[in-house]
């Protein structure tokens, strides 16, 4: 059997790996992506990943290009304030309540809510009109032989696929940056994270809300109206057995406290979704790059849900990574330009891995002198104007 010859292989169909695929494919690359699991692209499907997934401003440019955004913006719910609330007081009610508001920066919101199996449907749908992209779902990559030319990729089909390019999108344990032989470093938080999505009687207006008291935050992001009632995307993060406690109650007592934990303050609220529960680590790989490999998503970076940094940089590294392409095609993959790329996302996605920490364990505190110093800190970083700017465009990733 002869080998295919391809620009790029990208090993990994999640969000990251098919919107890499459509971005290069758009860029005139030729691109073979593939993923051992079919996506699931209905919520009620078996399988279909409830969490959402929220595009910040710097992504649209990315998607846009792709082709993706046009097909995404009608299911866009617009995320125009980002609200902290701390309710770490002695009764879980909201005692500081502070809006970031992205009017304060710009005319645009911070971003754009979607729902995962929702991404992954417009996704599928657009690699499919792109005549360079073969997407082969039900495979996965077996085995990864690379030269200075070249990568050599053997698919579990038996295919053979020499790539100029390989991109591994393949999760946090992926098994390409285990072969490349590039370590990991990773920080465990004996917390995991209960996804779902909710209707609520008071409307969201827009406004992205964090709720913190202790174990990690709950927080409530805007999805469109549900059957004309307000809805939700929720992530609740709390230590692990208390987790999967709540992710066994009965739906009426899971409700309940749902209520208790979102202090009230969008009425109660009904699930209407599953509930799906991920475990939280932070981790960074000392490289992002090996001999005409590039690692990009989970496989480079991952963090816990806080500030909707996750897929965001995962799409900087895309961006990043295209960028070097179209400037040099002709170098597509080579040392000088994965090099590049390292140098170029590698002490940016530290810093923010190390900063999603440090706002990840101050949101775990349960000891209350240690909540009080938390809101009181709150208190004072919205309170200058400056800071205030500065933090909100430091999230964003603007300069």
């Keep these: 059997m002869h080998p295919q010859t391809t620009d790029i292989l990208i090993s990994g169909g999640g969000v990251a790996g098919l919107t890499a695929a459509a971005a290069f494919g758009a860029a005139g690359f030729s691109v073979v992506c593939v993923d051992p699991a079919p996506p699931v692209t209905e919520a009620a499907a078996e399988g279909a990943d409830m969490r959402t997934t929220a595009f910040l401003q710097p992504a649209r440019g990315v998607l846009a290009e792709a ?7 009608p299911h866009a719910a617009a995320l125009r304030v980002m609200r902290i609330v701390d309710a770490g007081g002695d009764t879980p009610e909201p005692r500081i309540v502070k809006d970031f508001d992205a009017a304060e920066i710009g005319e645009e919101p911070f971003g754009w809510n979607f729902p995962n199996w929702l991404l992954r449907r ?29 990568a050599r990729v053997t698919l579990s089909d038996g295919t053979l696929v020499v790539a100029r390019l390989l991109i591994a999108a393949d999760g946090r344990a992926s098994p390409v940056r285990a072969g490349a032989g590039i370590g990991v470093k990773t920080l465990r938080y004996g917390q995991k994270a ?8 008071i409307p969201h207006h827009n406004v992205s809300t964090e709720i913190h008291r202790t174990g990690g935050p709950f ?81 480079a970076h991952v963090v816990p849900p806080i500030g909707a940094q996750g897929l965001n940089m995962s799409l900087a590294d895309l961006a990043c990574l295209l960028d070097l392409a179209r400037a040099a095609p002709d170098r597509l993959g080579d040392r ?19 900063g999603i ?28 104007a400056p800071v205030r700017k500065t933090l909100m465009k430091a999230g964003l990733g603007m300069r």
Excluded: C
């Design 194 to 201: 209960l996804a779902f999505a909710v209707t609520h009687p």
């Design 122 to 150: 417009e996704l599928v749908a657009r690699i499919a009109e792109l005549p360079n992209v073969d997407f082969r779902p039900g495979t996965a990559t077996r085995s990864v032989l690379t030269r200075e030319s070249e």
């Design 67 to 73: 082709g993706l955004w046009q097909r995404l913006e």
């Design 336 to 354: 000088a330009m994965l090099g590049a790329y390292h140098r170029r996302r590698w002490p940016e996605v530290k810093a923010r891995v190390m």
């Design 357 to 384: 920490d440090l706002l990840n364990r101050t949101s775990m505190l349960s000891a209350p002198p240690l909540r009080d110093l938390r809101a009181g800190a709150l208190n004072a970083l919205y309170s200058l």
């Design 219 to 299: 927080t409530l992001v805007p999805l469109p109206d549900r059957d004309t009632r307000p809805s939700s995307a929720v992530v609740w993060m709390d230590r692990g057995p208390e987790a999967e406690r709540l992710a066994a109650l009965p739906v009426p007592e899971f409700e309940a406290e749902m209520f208790i934990r979102s202090a009230g303050l969008f009425g109660p609220l009904t699930l209407v979704t599953r509930r799906s529960v991920w475990p939280m680590i932070a981790q960074i790989a000392d490289r992002f790059e090996a001999e005409r490999t590039a690692l990009i998503a989970e496989a």
